[in-house]
């Protein structure tokens, strides 16, 4: 069964240090998420992304974020210069949107930690 | 602001027996509602979603009944086994043309004791 797949799993890096999160969404799918969930809150919306561009972000998405899809299959979240207040699990996720569905699937996360 | 939460933030049953997640949602024009597991450590994993033409959606020991009338869903677990023990999330999508951004409710952590 087609997965979305995270790279790295953890990464822990220094404060104001640039960190960039890569994601394979499913093969066919057209839509591209990013979410994060600090310990013990609820998932959070980030930014979403078609058509090799960015169709909604939040509040929480600033300018220290980016988001790309440099080929065919990968989806990157980059962080400019890290906060501690970033330290979260990332998720990306994805979906294809044909015949109404509109479930997003998941990948495993990227644990972040900002020291 | 609409919402979508849930009433419980924890449930301990036991295992064999049927558990019940429930969740409310305020906004009315709501048409698309989906419930994840999440397992500690790991990403959200999708159950079961249902629209809201329906009233009732089955799945693998799993069934969603939605009721509009009171905005209000629940997640329904037969025969509850240790490997579903998790937080349970019902989400929102909300759409827009190139996309839709999921609102999670807080979760409920379902606890199967042996």
């Known amino acids: 069964e087609p997965e979305v797949t995270q790279t790295p799993s953890h990464q822990v890096t220094q404060m104001g240090q640039e960190v960039i999160l890569r994601c394979v969404p499913i093969s066919n799918h057209l839509y591209f998420y990013w979410y994060r969930q600090i310990l013990g809150q609820k998932v959070e919306f980030l930014v979403s992304?078609?058509?090799?561009?960015?169709?909604?972000k939040s509040e929480i998405f600033d300018d220290q974020f980016s988001v790309e899809r440099p080929d065919g299959s990968n989806f990157t979240l980059k962080i400019r210069s890290t906060k501690l207040e970033d330290s979260a699990m990332y998720f990306c996720?994805?979906?294809?949107?044909?015949?109404?569905?509109?479930?997003?699937?998941f990948g495993p996360g990227t644990r972040l930690l900002v020291l | 602001g609409e919402s979508v939460g849930l009433h419980l933030p924890t449930l301990s049953v036991q295992e064999g027996d049927n558990s019940i997640i429930n969740c409310a949602y305020s906004?009315?024009?709501?048409?698309?509602f989906i419930w994840y597991k999440q397992e500690s450590g790991k990403g959200p994993q999708f159950i079961i979603d249902?629209?809201?033409?329906?009233d009732k959606r089955q799945g693998q020991r799993v069934t969603v009944l939605l009721n509009k009338t009171v905005k209000h869903l629940s997640l329904q677990i037969a025969a509850t086994q240790p490997g579903d023990s998790a937080v349970y999330f019902c989400?929102?999508?909300?759409?827009?043309?190139?996309?839709?951004?999921?609102?999670f409710g807080e979760g409920t952590q379902l606890t199967v004791n042996p």
């Open positions: 249902i629209r809201s033409n329906m």
């Open positions: 989400a929102e999508p909300r759409w827009r043309t190139s996309g839709s951004r999921l609102t």
């Open positions: 992304f078609y058509n090799n561009e960015i169709s909604e």
């Open positions: 906004n009315s024009a709501s048409d698309y």
């Open positions: 996720a994805s979906n294809l949107m044909s015949g109404g569905s509109k479930t997003q699937y």
